[in-house]
């Protein structure tokens, strides 16, 4: 396949958009961030990129703590809301009606209505450039009980989550695999074409 080369530029695709809920109780604030993502297992540890003039940059400095909600087909319009308005101006949790819950570890705030949120603490801070770098620690996780199954597994893939590539938001298709499928002798594990 002939291809062009580009100077480097940020195209990683597909990312999640997630999102990050910060401040105390008294600053709640949720922003949508893209560039987030897991970084190590153990200990469990995830980072997000945030430009150092947005509100939510200076909430994260001073508490040093975070989550990180996924969102669903349903809440997808909301997470663009968030990504495009500052919490300098509303307060984000009232103009789109999701419902902040505590944290049992920190104190930002998660997102009741997302299946997933992940409660972090920052251990380091690195200056990028137009991005700064928030490393931290996933210190609990909180999951909506009805996408745990009765075995105890976590059912996400029922969750209708979604990706975002180069500005647009996509729901999640259908599954294709799972991890170590393609060595796994048995008869229909074959990719689709
Ligand atoms: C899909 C999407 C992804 C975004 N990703 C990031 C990101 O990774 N880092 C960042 O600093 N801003 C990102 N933004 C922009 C912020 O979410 C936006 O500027 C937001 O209004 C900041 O809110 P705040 O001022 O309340 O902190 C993104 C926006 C959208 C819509």
């Not at 150092?52 to 909301?78: A, M």
């Not at 647009?168 to 294709?176: N, S």
Request: aromatic share 8%.
């Amino acid at each position: 396949m002939k291809k062009l080369i580009w100077p480097g530029s940020t195209q990683l695709a597909p990312v999640s958009a997630v999102l990050v809920g910060c401040g105390r109780a008294d600053t709640y604030n949720l922003i949508t961030v893209a560039w987030a993502g897991t970084i190590c297992s153990k200990p469990p540890m995830l980072s997000i990129s945030i430009r150092p003039e947005r509100y939510s940059y200076q909430l994260i400095l001073e508490s040093g703590e975070f989550t990180v909600n996924l969102p669903t087909v349903e809440q997808i319009r909301v997470t663009d809301y968030c990504g495009v308005v500052s919490g300098r101006d509303q307060d984000k949790f009232k103009a789109t009606n999701l419902t902040p819950l505590p944290g049992s570890q920190v104190e930002a705030p998660l997102v009741a209505e997302c299946p997933l949120g992940l409660e972090c603490k920052v251990t380091q801070t690195l200056e990028l450039g137009s991005h700064t770098l928030f490393i931290a620690e996933i210190v609990a996780v909180q999951v909506s009980e009805k996408f745990v199954n009765a075995e105890g597994r976590l059912e996400l893939e029922k969750a209708q989550l979604t990706a975002y590539v180069h500005g647009h938001y996509h729901a999640l298709g259908e599954a294709i695999g799972h991890f170590g499928y393609s060595v796994r002798k048995k008869p229909g594990n074959i990719v689709r074409k």
